[in-house]
């Protein structure tokens, strides 16, 4: 059982707009920044989101984050098929202990 | 290229010692820090702790306490994760990744170069 929730999947239509949710607590996204990482099936992580709302070099625009008190989301628009992954979000905790969310799959129908 | 070059797959028994490596380049190892990640089959992401390959400041996961121990050779720009002795639980995935950021200031800007990943079996 993950410290951060995320729902176990998600989907959508190519183009459409889908979020994916990351719930916390006060010890950990309410007080630390959030990442989100991307694995294709097969592969590594993928860093896509770093403190909160930032996008790494080379991410396209349509993907975006967001922290409101103890949650975050991502945000991905002009939803495409190669957009179909595990998502994950990643928090500190107050004791600097690492803590990812449970991963969230997303399908693209 | 920045790189990080994880050592090949493992079949082990159970009882036996092993220790993974992750080989840095294109970078300053010893001014980032090293973090190591389990992926279990068919699940998610558990960070297991983090190293500092400058001073070998580490940091572990309260989960993965005692378990594992984690280490790094600057001289040769190369961490390790390593087991004293292997339990069937232990077959997983294992990535490195390089972390951006300041850990004790909580500045944390993710992991943006990771491993390709070590397979480890662990089966009798």
């Known amino acids: 059982q993950s410290v951060l929730t995320q729902p176990p999947s998600a989907s959508g239509t190519p183009g459409q707009r889908v979020t994916i949710s990351c719930s916390g607590s006060?010890?950990?996204?309410?007080?630390?920044?959030v990442n989100w990482y991307q694995q294709l099936p097969g592969t590594a992580p993928k860093l896509l989101i770093y403190?909160?709302?930032q996008r790494p070099s080379g991410v396209p625009d349509r993907f975006s984050g967001s922290k409101s008190g103890t949650s975050a989301s991502l945000a991905i628009s002009g939803l495409q098929s190669e957009d179909e992954a595990d998502y994950y979000c990643?928090?500190?905790?107050?004791?600097?202990?690492?803590?990812f969310g449970g991963g969230t799959k997303l399908t693209v129908l | 290229e920045v790189q990080l070059v994880q050592s090949g797959a493992e079949v082990k028994k159970p009882g036996e010692s092993l220790k993974i490596s992750c080989k840095g380049s294109?970078?300053?190892?010893?001014?980032?820090?090293i973090g190591w990640v389990r992926q279990m089959p068919g699940k998610g992401l558990e960070w297991m702790g983090i190293?500092?390959?400058?001073?070998?400041?580490?940091r572990y996961s309260p989960s993965f306490q005692g378990q594992v121990t984690i280490s790094a050779d600057k001289s040769i720009s190369t961490a390790y994760l390593q087991w004293s002795s292997l339990k069937a639980s232990d077959t997983a995935m294992y990535y490195c990744?390089?972390?951006?950021?300041?850990?004790?200031?909580?500045?944390?800007?993710?992991?943006?170069?990771w491993g390709q990943g070590t397979t480890v079996t662990v089966s009798s």
């Open positions: 990744a390089r972390f951006l950021g300041e850990l004790n200031l909580f500045v944390n800007y993710g992991m943006d170069v």
């Open positions: 294109g970078y300053s190892f010893t001014s980032y820090w």
């Open positions: 190293i500092y390959p400058g001073d070998s400041d580490t």
């Open positions: 006060s010890s950990n996204i309410g007080s630390n920044t």
């Open positions: 403190s909160n709302n």
């Open positions: 990643a928090a500190w905790d107050d004791s600097l202990n690492g803590l």
